[in-house]
Nanobody, 123 residues
């Protein structure tokens, strides 16, 4: 029931990476798929999310204009293109799938989570 993540790695500041998340086979077509990162607080921060049924998106203010999310409902796969990466983007990024809320991100407490993938941006 877990989504499957790929991508991530080490990149210099200003560089680009792409994250891919494929929802599990039992994911519903109306689910949202989102990328979250741990940050310094107790809760994971929603970075960018995609609603599978209508393509609506969400971007955190800190990534708007730099990250682009897209998806394919037939394959239940979502892509996060990250450009102009900054050292403060360094974190573990988690994919989540589940019923979306007003932001089109899955409700964290109800979502199924991937294992996480490390992104490190060097100066």
């Amino acid at each position: 029931v877990q989504p499957v993540e790929s991508g991530g790695g080490l990149v210099q500041a200003g560089g680009s990476l792409t994250l891919t998340c494929t929802a599990s086979e039992d994911a519903r077509s109306f689910y949202s798929i989102g990328w979250f990162r741990q940050g310094s607080g107790p809760n994971r921060e929603g970075v960018s999310c995609f609603s599978l049924d209508d393509g609506r998106t969400y971007y955190a203010p800190s990534v708007k204009g730099r990250f682009t999310i897209s998806g394919n409902n037939s394959t239940k796969t979502v892509y996060l293109q990250m450009n102009d990466l900054r050292p403060e983007d360094t974190d573990i990024y988690y994919c989540a799938q589940g019923v979306g809320g007003a932001t089109n991100c899955p409700y964290p407490s109800l979502a199924d989570w991937g294992q996480g993938t490390q992104i490190t941006v060097s100066e």
